[in-house]
């Protein structure tokens, strides 16, 4: 353990610094998982989850982290051999695509060069192509965790309507949800992906599917092999105010506490509040003459930042310097990115003046690992933040 | 919620009470899930799993319930079509076997009347028979949670080894685990399956494997599709402190909290404790002139204690009355027990006086209730108790 | 540390059982006294205060133990010399007496047999014989936490008006407030001397003096010498929601959340449980063969119950049994009585159940401890609470 | 309450931010205090706390503020009319020179213009001219909270000895201790007061006086009244672990962990860790073009800076932007300084980042609340800190 004052900095892009009101509500004693205190819970957190998606259908809840998620999603609505379209944008789109595979699907791969979003031009032209209509998904990561590329899901949606196919549409919101702008109902997406360690502001351990008519109907028809991942019982127990199997219950009262703090704050306001500090967050970066990963204006993350280094320099190195001289943990390159990125994670519960402190460290654990770059970067966030906050 | 002074006596057979020190460890800050401290936790909380399943080999923690953990027990070492053998001791070896079907097993299942453990003498007949060695596992729930019947998993696999059969044993101790006496290594056990609510005293949302050489070479050709469950990965990134997907952390930090309070009581003396509180309760019911659901003495549940009431009289109005007069959960009967029997759970953090007062509230409440029974159970109980403590 | 299963049995006569929601109130943040935040927490707190003594003017909060507020009250209304009334009602009412003598006044002490309450009587005699007014104040504890024996407030008011004499009425209230009936305004009361960590659920560290409108006049004239304990700078600056000194900022959280619970369950059912459960100990300890320390059963305690042993017993050796073998804590016969009594606290956070555990852990005491009881009292306990649950 | 994300910024110079660590502490179940477990818990306090103050004599701990403390030290060691010399370094030197006046002291106060630590050398003239000895003791404030500035405490200590006057030696280190180097047996104080909610990382709610031989012999004969103060019966039930009167349990649980943070980091490395702290902010304030209300470089506080303003500019009104539009908490001026300063608490639980974003905090507000400064105040910070790390 880091011994020195003071919190620790946890800014990876999630989990995400749990406020103290989340960790105080989740110590409360657990409860019989059948008894009446426990129905009202649950109800009370479905409702307040469903603005969260924006969705007024059904939001399933798992005890599991988000890759659970993922695999609930494709379980629950295709069948063995039935082909998925999905586009390489980061580390975790090429996990979920893997994980596609090893559930029997077949994986069409949009390649992509991990600084851009999904390209719903591309999207269309392969949906055109499948004249049959074999694809039955189109997967896509709304915020990619790995690179801090945000998809444009309307345009994903419209690239579906414009050539009429029938896919379903699935998004993993993982590290979005909560904290960048998302419609499920409105921008028609069949089944958002959700994790309750980022946006949500909870520890990781649970998860969830919100679910539009149309894939409840691709539901009754799909083949793989399913069982606790199974929409069916839990939308059913739902009903009552339970659960199939017992539920994660100080979780819940954590995600209650959670989801009211999100409605005291607005989610409008919540989602400027990410925007804000991603760009005073950018604003650093290009202070310090660094480049963001992020190649497209339109695709900026509002949830991190990845910092791409100059040849030659090991993020991963910048990172321990970090981490040992100023007690702050920031993300990782990952897969094809490790040694040449760090991230920065801007997410959740966190205010302008963290921000600051977290790009001090920033420069300061630069400068300090020898990486080259003009002094300026915190300033310039400042500079930022003081003019929205006139 | 009930107002009213006082603590909520949680006596349903889990989740259990969780101790304050646990609740407490569970508040800390959540921490970057791929740091130093994190490999540390890991580490540590897998060094102090071992001891508690008696397993040397490895324990896969799931964030998950413990459906889950049954889930993962067949599809890591199972292939579509196998056959599995099953003992119906209650509701949850039927949840059970119901959940191999829906993954795609052949499931034969060996009739019982839910007040008695698996049959190890029914089972080598079975295994017997199937000379050709189809039966590819053998699957038996040690604390059947539903009825308190504990089935004899020694016996059980010294059947499998009268007969020479080399199918797997699986054993789901999800309300024994920590709580009753049981040894994964020792008693030649394949798959355990456990939860964190239990006997470990956490919240759920944790569960487990704990994994023989046998199961694990059985992985490697197992054709279950499988993703979240695979043991692999979680293996092989556990050997570093890290894990393939984002961990439970919190609970993680209670699970530690946990197991350290299990290694300060000793594990004997939570086996004896159990057995205490057990007996202690058995001596109130018999007084009480009611008749406990377990029918052979072997086999009595040190976790919890099913009360089987006179006809004519509904276990849930009991329990109705109970909880709104005194503030105590109980179990309900489940599947065809529904309102004949009620369930005390007397496990996990839990003592004598706390057991008194269990017990009273059990009087009073099928006194209330109209439930014809002779006074005296309490003290009988207190009897019991007290010869214990010289 | 005791190493056992379960909760430890906090059964003294307080501290007592703090609630978890006042434990977790009391875990947030500490924030700026001075601030907007502070002064609505200081308004609420005292707002909710109010009813619970009964008391329309000021209360009073100190960053103390009882104690204190005990000082508190003499030095604010009194002058070096003058003459205090005070009865012997046991250890504590001789505590506040020599406190008394300590800080300059002259103490007359009507002498009392630790079973009985301040005698009105007698009071009024005095009174009577007091021509000149010399007495300025008569001190009465209205619960004697050492011997469970409740002064008779109104009567003692009733005393001094019978004779009209002007003295000031003091009442300690430390193991009465929130637990049996007490009403500052409508009974006539001067000073009121409250603490935290009885009948309000908190963890000691905060006391209280609920002030007449006679005593604030007093105060302006009471030439002992004060500064910590002074009204007047604490009074002045809660009007504006502040206090003068640093106050204790998390137990006022606590505090808070504790109002909320006696506002939730309602004080007369609060006062009416510690009847019962007050009502019911006595049913166990009768029927157990042995005596109450309170001799007049008007003036029994609903916070705490003193069990007289039998001669040849020492009552610290069954408190030490108890504590060794169940895990309880029970009060000691304190001054006097040392040895002779153990004090069973039954005030507080409590309820029917916890209480059976508590008398259960009482009675195995007893009997391993060679005390010669008669079995029966729990189930003589169990019988007063089903009726009063009908 | 505001609503926004991020957690609130104490920077207030006390309460200070106090650790998770330290709440968690707390809020664990209140224990008998007149049991065995508690006898351990004050002995392991009291243990910890000698080496905190340098001190080998006992430390008497109070469920008070650090107002009571002073009270404390007085009446403890002083009797009526006794004549003590105090040094006027601020507003709460002031408030202490009152108190004593209150208590019936003869106070001689040194007047100070609030910018410089007590002056050994009048002090050293003062003693001179007392040639009957009729002071009998000296009080400093060895950081002045509301300024900023430190005395020079072995100076003054120096001073005493010069003149061979045998006065006692009391010293406040309310907002010193733990965070500025101070030896209460090498500097040969007498008395040292000292509170909870500084340096200690803990809430307000307990303070505490260390006490010297020659202070314990003056506590035999001296003559104010005293009872709840008083240190005679403290330190005889502290020999057993115990206390006179209800002791603040839970406080002293954080208490305990609070001295366990501070021993893991080393008292030599927190002191540092303040020095930095506050160099790294004066770096800020001169860059700003600011002025540091302390005007002796021999005299800055590692607790504290206390900034002036402009004239023509109000810095409560710098504190209302920054607490509106950044969530942070300053110290108001106080007294004569009303207005004039606003105060940056850098002490207790606190780190290089937490500065950087609390400056930047100042720097915006500044700005927004139109103070002219120049920019550059968080580089000039981060320079000093990217250098102390290397």
Redesign the interface.
Same mark, same amino acid.
């Given at each position: %353990?880091? +011994?020195?004052?003071?919190?620790? =900095?946890?800014q +990876?892009p999630?989990? $995400?610094?749990?406020?103290?009101?989340v @960790?105080?509500a %989740?110590? &409360?004693? !657990? +409860?019989?998982?059948?008894?009446p205190?426990f129905a009202e819970l649950t109800k009370a957190v479905l409702a307040a989850l469903g603005p969260v998606f924006g969705a007024r259908g059904p939001v399933v809840i798992? *005890? #599991?982290?988000?890759?659970?998620a993922w695999?609930a999603a494709l379980v629950n609505t295709l069948s063995p051999g039935d082909r998925v379209l999905m586009s390489e944008t980061g580390h975790f789109s090429t996990l979920w695509s893997e994980?596609a595979g090893?559930?029997?699907l077949q994986v069409e791969v949009i390649p992509g060069d991990w600084r851009h979003g999904a390209d719903p031009a591309e999207i269309a032209r392969r949906l055109t192509a499948d004249e049959r209509h074999e694809i039955k998904a189109v997967c896509v990561v709304h915020n990619e965790t790995s690179t801090g590329v945000t998809s444009r899901v309307p345009d994903v949606r419209a690239a579906l309507d414009s050539v009429g196919h029938p896919a379903l549409l699935l998004v993993d919101t993982i590290s979005s949800l909560a904290s960048i702008d998302y419609r499920h109902d409105e921008w028609g997406v069949d089944v958002t992906v959700a994790?309750s360690?980022k946006g949500l502001m909870l520890? *990781?351990?649970l998860a969830f599917n919100a679910i539009s008519e149309k894939a409840l109907a691709a539901n009754r028809s799909a083949g793989?092999?399913? #069982?606790?991942w199974?929409w069916g019982p839990i939308i059913a127990a739902n009903e009552r105010g339970f659960f *199939?199997? $017992? *539920?994660? $219950?100080?979780?819940l009262y954590g995600l209650r506490e959670a989801c009211a703090m999100l409605a005291?704050?607005g989610l409008p306001?919540?989602f400027a509040?990410h925007q804000r500090h991603a760009a005073a967050t950018r604003a650093a970066v290009r202070a310090w003459g660094l480049e963001v990963l992020c190649a497209d204006e339109r695709e900026h993350s509002g949830s991190l930042t990845a910092v791409l280094l100059p040849d030659g320099h090991d993020a991963d190195e910048v990172r321990r310097v970090i981490?040992e001289? =100023?007690? %702050? #943990?920031l993300g990782?390159g990952l897969g094809k990115l490790t040694g040449k990125i760090f991230r920065i994670g801007h997410l959740?519960? =966190?205010?302008?003046? $963290?921000?600051?402190? !977290?790009l /001090?460290?920033v420069?300061?654990g630069l400068? @300090?690992a020898g990486v080259p770059i003009k002094? /300026?970067g915190?300033?310039a966030a @400042?500079e930022h933040?003081?003019e929205e &906050?006139?």
């Open positions: %353990m880091h +011994i020195t004052g003071g919190r620790h =900095f946890l +990876i999630g989990p $995400t610094n749990v406020p103290d009101r @960790l105080r %989740m110590a &409360a004693p !657990t +409860i019989d998982h059948r008894g205190e798992y *005890p #599991s982290s988000g890759t659970g695999e994980l090893r559930l029997g994790g360690q520890p *990781p351990g793989l092999p399913r #069982s606790y199974d *199939p199997y $017992t *539920p994660g $219950t100080n979780l005291e704050e306001n919540v509040r981490l001289k =100023f007690d %702050m #943990s990782a959740g519960h =966190f205010n302008d003046l $963290t921000l600051v402190g !977290t /001090g460290g420069q300061m400068q @300090l002094p /300026g915190v300033e @400042l933040l003081r &906050a006139q």
